[in-house]
């Protein structure tokens, strides 16, 4: 079964704590992406990787860290510096192939609130 | 600079009736346009997209759009609304190389 896992479902972070989002895809997708999605806001971009062992900071990178070890991994840690972290991340991946092939896909979301 | 806007937060509809959610876009050279459903609590699922070709596109669970080059437009659509279409809806473009920039959404209310 084919897909994109974001664990967990619900993350509760602690004043002063550094939590890492876990995000995994079995579609052999070079493409990686991290979204932050606010009510009334849409989503905005945090990460992307091209290509493992390579990231770019998207809009929204300040408080942010991502690592690309393996294809299949993207893990975003959020740290002490991100003031406002509520909100629900949503991971994506999408391929390389260009044209009619290239489409971006989501993983469930994970929903961060702070104690 | 590449854009999407959604110009409406909320498009109520009467089930059965046909439905109309747009988007435009700004963005240089030929554009990548999709469109994306999200129930609460859930990751966007892809409806349909547009690379090139055929102007009208047709998607998942009976969806379609139409992609207008001159208007700059890509409006979604669906002939007959069912409640269970109720949800948000989100309109992209790619911004190469690989990123997407997406619309703010649209809230559809399919009332019964």
């Known amino acids: 079964d084919g897909g994109i896992t974001q664990s967990p479902k619900y993350l509760f972070r602690k004043e002063g704590q550094n939590v890492t989002l876990s995000c995994e895809q079995n579609l052999n997708h070079d493409a990686m992406y991290w979204y932050r999605q606010d009510p009334g806001q849409g989503l905005r971009l945090i990460y992307y990787?091209?290509?493992?062992?390579?990231?770019q900071k998207g809009d929204i990178a300040e408080g942010y860290s991502v690592s690309r070890e393996k294809k299949e991994s993207f893990p975003l840690t959020v740290t002490s510096a991100q003031k406002n972290p509520t909100a629900f991340y949503l991971c994506?991946?999408?391929?390389?192939?260009?044209?009619?092939?290239?489409?971006?896909?989501f993983g469930p979301g994970t929903r961060l609130l702070v104690l | 600079a590449q854009s999407v806007a959604q110009p409406e937060d909320q498009v109520n509809v009467a089930e059965g009736n046909p439905l109309t959610v747009k988007c435009t876009y700004s963005?240089?050279?030929?554009?990548?346009l999709f469109w994306y459903v999200q129930y609460p609590n859930r990751g966007l699922q892809f409806l349909l997209k547009?690379?090139?070709?055929?102007?009208l596109v047709k998607g998942s669970y009976g969806f379609e759009a139409e992609f207008n080059k001159s208007q700059t437009s890509f409006h979604l659509k669906k002939p007959s609304a069912l409640v269970s279409d109720s949800a948000l809806y989100f309109c992209a473009v790619r911004a190469p190389p690989y990123k997407y920039i997406f619309g703010t959404g649209t809230r559809l209310k399919v009332l019964a």
């Open positions: 990787s091209q290509i493992v062992n390579d990231f």
């Open positions: 963005v240089s050279g030929n554009p990548y």
């Open positions: 547009y690379i090139t070709g055929d102007n």
């Open positions: 994506a991946s999408s391929n390389r192939q260009g044209g009619f092939q290239e489409t971006q896909y």
